[in-house]
C-alpha cells in the first residue's frame, strides 16, 4: 500500500505572487525520498526543525527511521508531551538557568507549553496529533561507547561469524577492517588499514579465524598473537615482518584494554544488528510485536572525532550490507537520517571510513527503497559530486557569499540542474531567506523549485541534550498509550491563541524577513507563531495603527536601530522592538596557530518577559538598518521586564550565550607543512597553497638529496678512474711480458730459469690485471646503484606536491565563553505593515 504523503508546510511558487492565499500545503510523496534529500541551512535556519519534521512524517506514515546523531539535538524526537502542558515540560528546564535570570521553573514550562500550543494549532496539528506519533512509534537510543543510553556491542563483527563472509566478502572484510581499525584507535595504534602493520597482522589472524567459523574476539587474537598460527604475512615470515618482541608489546596493550574497565561499555548491549532494529517483526525490532515503526537513533555525540569516524564507519557498512540483501521495490521501505555529515562526506581526496559506504549508500539504496537525508550546516565541505543524484534538496538561508555559491554549484551539478532558476538569483534568494523557509528543489514535481516554510514539529525542540540527560530520556521511554479512536481531525487552536496581522513584522519590509512578534503585551506564545492571513476590521487596524509618537527610551547602555521605511507605508503602520546585538566570536586554536574572528549583527524577536526569542534569532546586514525612525511611525512598548536593568542585563546574556552556544568554523590545516587556512580563503585554493609550499619544500629536499649524493658520487668516481688506471697499466705490463709459445721459445734460448722467472711476472701481471678489473666492475656497479637510489629519492620528493591534498585535515573551531564579546546592543525596531480591509 502506498505511504501517505509527507506533509511539511506550506509552499508558494519561487516568484510571483507573495500573498498568503499563494501559499498551499506542501505534501511531499514518500516514494521522492527513495532517491534521497540534502537539508543545508545556516544556523537559525531551522535546518534541525525541518529534519525533524522529515522524521516525524515518515514516523507518521509507518516508515521505519534510522537516525545518526552527531550534535546532541535528534534525542529531541523523544520530547513528545501528549498533553502540551507545562508539567509535562517542567521536569526539563533548567532550574539554575531559570534562576539566574530570576524565573521558577513552572513559569518557564508554562510558557513554553502555550507557545507549543499555539504553534501547532497555526500548522493545524494538535496535542491528539503528538499523542497519536508517541503511540506509533517504538524509540530506541543508542550509545556506542557508554550506558547513558542502550549500549551497542561495536566490536560484535569479530565474536561472532557472519553470513556477509558466504554473501559478499569485501563488505564482510570492510566491516572486518572497521573494527579492528576501531580497537587499534583505543589502544593508541595506526588504525590505517593499507599501512598499518598492526591492522594487517590482526586482520590475517581475525580473517583466518571468521573463515573457519570461529570467533576472532580479543582473547582469541591475544591467543594468536603469542603463538601465530600462519607461517607467513604477504612474502615476508611471520617473525621477518613483525617481530616476537613487538607482538609481545603490542599484545600487552591490548590485554591492558581487555582488563580496562572502560573498555567494556564497547562490549556491552545488544550487537550491532541493523536488520534487528528496522524490521518490524523481526527478532529483537524494538515495537515488533505491537506493531509499532521503530524509530533508531545511534548518538554519538559524546565520542571523539576519531572514534565516530570509526563507530559511524561501522555502522553503515552493516547498513550497507542490510541494503544489500533486501528486495527491490519502488516505495520508501526505511529512512535513513544523518544530522550533521560535516567531515564525513568530505570532498575528494579524503577518504574518512565513513565515506565509502555512504557513497555506495547513496547510489545503490534507491533500488531497495531505503531513503537516506543528509544535513548540514557546514557547505563547504561535501563532496557534491557524490550529491548529484540526490532527487529533493531544502536549502535555508546562508550568509556566506562562499556557502551560498558552493549550494548553488552542487545544485548546478544535480539532476536538473537548479530548476531552471539563474544562479545569481538563486543565490540572492538564499541570501534573504526567513527562519523555517526554504528553497526547494525536488526533480519528481513540476515545477522543480519552490519556497517552503516548514510546520511547527510535534517535537519539542529543545536543544542538545547532554549524556546525563538522555540516560533520563531512556528510562523515561515507556509504552505511549494507545491512540485516540475516532476519526481525527486537527485540534482547534486555544481560546487564547493568537490571529496573526494581515502584514508581516519584518526588519526589512524589501527581503520579507522571518515573522516577528506581535506586541509586546500579547500572549506569551505569541511570539513564536506563524501569523495567519485575515480579514482585519477597522476597530482592528486601529489597534495595529496604536502606539506612542515617539520610540521608548532604550535600556541604559544601549542603542537603537529601526528598519528602512516601506516605500508606501500604509495604515497602521508602526514599529515593534526587537533586541539586536554586534557580537564579535574569536575562535582560536594555539597548537595550530589558528585565529578566526566572526562578527555579526544578530537579532531576535522579544518574547513578554523581555528575553529574546533564541528559536528565531537571525543575522543582520548593516546597511539595512537605520539611526533614525521613519516619519509618523508609530511605536509599541518595550516589555516591563526590559524597562528594568536585571532584565536589560539577562536580554544581552541571552543573546551572548546564543552566539557561544552556536557559533562554530571549520579550518583547514596541512599539519605536515605547518599550514592553516586562511579567513575566507576557498578550500580549492588553500589545497593550491599546500601544494605550492610542497613543491618549495620538495625542490629544496631534493638539493640536499643531490648535495648529499654528490661527495660519495665523486668518491666512486675516483675509485672507477683509479680502477681503470690500474686495469690499463696492468693490461700493458701482460702484454709486454711473452706469452706461453714464448716462454718456451725463451726457456730453449736462455735456460729454465730465465723463462720460469718470465712465466713468474706473467702470472702476476695478469693477477693484478684482474684486480683491477674486479675493482673496476665493482665500483662501476656501485655507482649505478647510487644513482638508481639517488633517482629514487628525487622521485619521490617529485610526487609530494601532487599528494599534498592527501594530508589536509579539517578541524572545528569553537569559541570559549570568554571569546565572545559583545560591542554594542540595541533595540531593533521591526517594521509591522498592517494590510487592507
Known sequence: MPTRPFTLGRCRPLWGDESPSAARPLELPAHHLVTHGVVVGMTGSGKTGLVMVLVEEALRSGVPVLMVDVKGDLPNLLFTFPELSPAEFEPWIDPSAAARDGRATADVAGELAARWRAGLAASGLGPADVAALRARMAPRLLTPGTTAGEPIHVLSALETRSPLWDEDEEAAREALSASLSLLLRLVGRDPDPARSREHVLLAHLAERRLRGGQAAGLEELLADLAAPPIAAVGALEVDAFFAPKERQALARELNTLLASPTFATWRKGAPLDVAGWLERGAPGAPGADAGKTPAVIVSVAHLEDDERLLVLGLLFEQLLSWVRGLSGTSD????????????????????????????????????????????????????????????????????????????????????GGAGGVDAAALSATLKALPPRTFFVRNVHMRPTSLLAETRFSLSWLRGPVTRREIGRLVRSISPAPAAPPGPKSPSAPPPHAPVGPGGTVVLDPRHAAAAAPHAASAAPHAASAAPQPARRSKAARADAGAGAAAPPQPPEGWRSLYAHAPAAAPEGFRYVPWVAASVVAHLRDTKLGVALNQRQILAAPLLSDGKPDLARVTRLDPALLSASPAPGARFAALPVPLTKRSGALAAARALREHVYRTTEAAVAVHKELGLTQGEGEPLEAFTGRCRAAAARRAGAEQQEVTGRYAPRIARLRE???????????????????????????????????????????RDKASARLERARQEWTEADAALRDLHAAQAAELAALEQLPLRAGEGIETKRLVPRKNDVEVDFIAVAWAATLAGPA
Open 719 to 761: 675509485r672507477i678512474a683509479a680502477a681503470k688506471a690500474r686495469y690499463e697499466q696492468a693490461e700493458a705490463e701482460v702484454a709486454a711480458l711473452p706469452g706461453a709459445v714464448g716462454a718456451a721459445i725463451l726457456g730453449l734460448v736462455a735456460g729454465r730459469g730465465t723463462a720460469r722467472r718470465a712465466e713468474t711476472q
Open 332 to 415: 520508501l521501505r526505511a529512512l535513513v537520517v544523518f544530522d550533521e555529515v560535516f567531515g564525513f562526506l568530505p570532498p575528494h581526496p579524503a577518504s574518512p571510513p565513513t565515506k565509502r559506504p555512504l557513497l555506495a549508500l547513496l547510489k545503490q539504496a534507491r533500488a531497495f527503497g531505503v531513503g537516506v537525508v543528509l544535513a548540514t550546516q557546514n557547505p563547504m565541505d561535501l563532496d557534491y559530486k557524490a550529491l548529484s543524484n540526490a532527487g529533493a534538496w531544502f536549502v535555508g538561508r546562508l550568509q556566506t557569499d562562499a556557502d551560498r555559491e558552493r549550494v548553488v554549484e552542487g545544485l548546478s551539478g544535480s539532476d
